[in-house]
């Protein structure tokens, strides 16, 4: 049966999270909705990416198996449907054994943070007004890069055979009216980039040195690591595939 990879976009704001939940309303659930009302079918998506409620995203991925032809125009008729918070960018036929989270290479997040009060910034990144050393936070990034064991930033109850992580990019940039955390890495645990940017957070503030945050991570604690950052400053910002899986135009 044909394979097809769906990429979209999304503003979690309403939503419980990326996957299908009971009692609540997900990503997922209103795409399988909208695609069962146009193809009068019944469909079951897989995830490249689960993001937690209210967390955004620039880009993720289902894939899906349909017995048909699907064309890229229908997306206008499908995105007509769904809420005006998710929208469908591109369809792509694949190989029938495609996986879209087990094939993916690299996922990149990154976390918005601004210091002044702005209404325009209200639900899209975490308004921190204190004053932040941005050296101390940037040298805490760079140390993300010399870890695999990222243990003490998984919250509990994440069910994980291994809690390794190669991550190939982790710094802090100024965008704007922003500070942006960037990390790329091959996968991610559960709360694992909002760990990791409540506790250099508090390096910033200096309430723990950068030879602390090193520590957190040495000692594979995730008592020790500070997850107070809301969901509303993270953006899962890509997923990237070999060309083997998904052509390489793809944007």
Known sequence: MPRYFLELAYKGTNYSGFQVQDNAISIQQEVEKAL????????????????DGGVHARQNFFHFDYEGVIEQRVLYNINAILPGDIALRNIYRVAADAHCRFDAVS?????YIYREKDPFLDDRAYFFPYTLDWGEMRAAADIVLGFEDFTSFAKRNSQVKTFHCRVYESYWEREGACWVYHVRANRFLRGMVRGLVGTMLQVGRGKIGVGEFEEILRRKDNQLANFSTPGHGLFLF??????????????
């Open 36 to 51: 069962g009302i146009f193809f009068r079918a019944s469909f079951s998506l897989t995830g490249s990416s689960r993001t």
């Open 107 to 111: 996922r990149e997040y990154r976390y």
């Open 238 to 251: 890509q997923v990237s595939f070999p060309v083997s899986v998904l052509p390489d135009n793809i944007s």
